[in-house]
Every structure is written in structure tokens, then in C-alpha cells.
Nanobody
Framework: QVQLVESGGGLVQAGGSLNLSCAAS????????MAWFRQAPGKERECVAT????????????FYAESVKGRFTISRDNAKKVVDLHMSSLKPEDTAVYYC?????????????????????WGQGTQVTVSS
């Protein structure tokens, strides 16, 4: 069964931290770019961070939305088929359902990486709520 399963969401106070994890099974993982998106009620799904197949070990291999730059860190372990999102200095506006996704084609990060339609496999999402 092809699936991505997110975990680690929850309720946290503003200024706190959370670690989200996404485990892949039944699908190719190592040579695909991966991403974390989020969607708040009434808003469009937004790309938070993407990472290339190397795990960001070469220059320009990760992308972060301006709203999370410096606070969130995306990482991956290809051997374990896991992609993580470490979130710190959380703000109430970070409240959303967070999804991980696998890029349909390609192993790198490019300008189209922020578009949801370029991903073909999605997890079920995990709720992150940041209280003020």
C-alpha cells in the first residue's frame, strides 16, 4: 500500500517547538524531492518547505516559505524513508493541518516545487495548533 503517514502534530504555545515526521511506505522515496505543505481553514494549501533527494547537502537544495524561514528546518533520511520538519518559535499563524508530499517527477528543488499539483502522493495530514 502506497502511503505517507505524518505524525508529531499537536497543541503548543506560541514560541514553542514541534517536530513533525513523515514516514513513507510502498513507494519509491530516495530519488524524489519531498515537501511539507500546510492548509489553514479557509486558505489555500501553502508550501512550507521542500528538500531535494540528497537531503539538502548541496547548495540550493532546500526551499522555505518566507513566513517560516529561519524557524523551520526540513530534513530527510533516505535509508529510513522519513522526512521531518522541525518547527521552532511557533506563532499562532502557523496553525494549520500539515501535509507531507512526494514530488511526481524530479529529485531537485525548482520554482515549480511550491505548486501542489506537482506532487502525486500525500499524507493524511497532522494538525498543528499554536495558542497565543
Amino acid at each position: 500500500q502506497v502511503q505517507l503517514v505524518e505524525s508529531g502534530g499537536g497543541l503548543v504555545q506560541a514560541g514553542g517547538s514541534l517536530n513533525l515526521s513523515c514516514a513513507a511506505s510502498g513507494l519509491s522515496f530516495s530519488y524524489y524531492a519531498m515537501a511539507w505543505f500546510r492548509q489553514a481553514p479557509g486558505k489555500e494549501r501553502e508550501c512550507v518547505a521542500t528538500i531535494d533527494w540528497t537531503g539538502g547537502r548541496t547548495g540550493g537544495s532546500t526551499f522555505y516559505a518566507e513566513s517560516v524561514k529561519g524557524r523551520f528546518t526540513i530534513s530527510r533520511d533516505n535509508a529510513k524513508k522519513v522526512v521531518d520538519l522541525h518547527m521552532s518559535s511557533l506563532k499562532p499563524e502557523d496553525t494549520a493541518v500539515y501535509y507531507c508530499a512526494r514530488r511526481t517527477y524530479g529529485s531537485s528543488v525548482d520554482p515549480r516545487s511550491v505548486r501542489p499539483e506537482t506532487y502525486d502522493t500525500w499524507g493524511q495530514g497532522t494538525q498543528v495548533t499554536v495558542s497565543s
